[in-house]
């Protein structure tokens, strides 16, 4: 199982990006997928997740802004992030579970800064 994220990258405030997380060995769609950031000298967190049944939860400081979703043709979930603040700078990880088993995708930065 592997899972490919991308789409980070520099924004200055107010900004929009959207993060991709492509699997590979396990099917998205009957799976929950969740993204989760970590910045410096922070725990990771969790910002959105999306279960099989295509239900949706945020974290707090994301609610409004940020969008997950699901692409079951390309076996992907994207991650809209809109109106983009400074704290929302940092790693942005894809994740997925399967039975006991859970696997993360890489890091794909994401840096807020005018």
């Known amino acids: 199982v592997q899972l490919q994220a991308s789409g980070g990258g520099s924004v200055q405030p107010g900004g929009s990006l959207r993060l991709s997380c492509t699997a590979t060995g396990i099917i998205f769609s009957i799976n929950a997928v969740a993204w989760h950031r970590q910045a410096p000298g922070k725990q990771r967190e969790l910002v959105a997740l999306?279960?099989?049944?295509?239900?949706?939860n945020y974290a707090d400081s994301v609610q409004g802004r940020f969008t997950i979703s699901r692409d079951s043709a390309k076996n992907t979930v994207y991650l809209q992030m809109n109106s983009l603040k400074p704290e929302d700078t940092a790693a942005y990880y894809c994740k997925t579970w399967s039975g006991l088993r859970v696997y993360w995708g890489q890091g794909t930065l994401v840096t807020v800064s005018s």
């Open positions: 999306i279960t099989s049944g295509g239900i949706t």
